[in-house]
């Protein structure tokens, strides 16, 4: 008999929220004992790896928590395919693994899903401007990321609440707060010039546009 042994990886990335959709065939682990999947923005967003090809380990960037989780598979499900892995944490799916028909229906459900979840929870009438908002928290889940949202008094856990027009900064240890508008495409294109937030030590800064800030553009 047969085997189709190409299957079909589809992952939320968790850096620019597209999915990304992957093809390779398990004779790819005949040459390697490890797969990176890296997305067109350059996240890398899942490794397959194996020992004696009977047994697969994936560890997927989960685009939910912005954790690294790890699934064990076998071989034999891997080939049979439809398979749904959700975050660890909140039971939302990350990936789909299967034939490449079987995984274009599983993203079609899966983005119906999420946007009816989105229409649910009322977020497209709460904000302002939803694709706004949504690019904003793109740019800024990156800037957090790579460390560049910190207070000065040397806290760089920095706390983050959203209002309708706005994104609030918080720092839990000296209380400085800054609020950045974000009403519309204008606000977004000038935070994504900006190279880091800085909040200053026990200061109160509302910010009605990203284009007159001291956000530290170097």
């Known amino acids: 008999m047969l085997v189709d042994t190409k299957i079909t990886i589809a992952i939320p990335c968790e850096s620019c929220d597209n999915i990304k959709i992957y093809e390779i065939s398990l ?9 990176e999947f890296k997305c067109d923005c350059g996240e890398a967003n899942a490794v397959i790896k194996t020992e004696d090809y009977k047994m697969f380990w994936a560890n997927i960037s989960c685009a939910v928590c912005q954790d690294v989780h790890v699934y064990k ?8 395919g439809n398979i749904v892995i959700r975050c ?8 789909f693994i299967g034939k490449n028909e079987d995984v274009e229906d599983l993203i079609e459900k899966y983005e119906k899903k999420s946007e009816e979840m989105l229409k ?17 928290l793109t740019i800024l889940r990156n ?12 806290n760089d856990d920095i706390k983050l609440e959203l209002f309708t027009d706005s994104v609030e900064f918080r720092c839990p240890i000296c209380n400085s707060v800054m609020m950045i508008s974000v009403e519309n ?3 977004v294109e000038a935070l994504m010039e900006k190279e880091e937030i800085v909040l200053h030590k026990s200061s ?4 009605h546009s990203v284009i007159n800030t001291d956000l530290n553009k170097k």
């Open 120 to 136: 649910d929870l009322g977020f497209y009438d709460f904000f302002k401007d939803f694709d706004a908002m949504m690019n904003a």
């Open 204 to 207: 109160f800064e509302c910010i």
């Open 185 to 187: 495409r204008d606000d």
């Open 73 to 80: 598979y076998k071989l034999s499900q891997l080939i049979k």
């Open 27 to 35: 004779f790819n682990f005949v040459n390697t004992k490890n797969i």
């Open 143 to 154: 800037m957090d990321r790579e460390d560049r949202i910190y207070c000065d008094c040397g």
């Open 88 to 95: 660890i944490d909140t039971g939302i799916e990350i990936c």
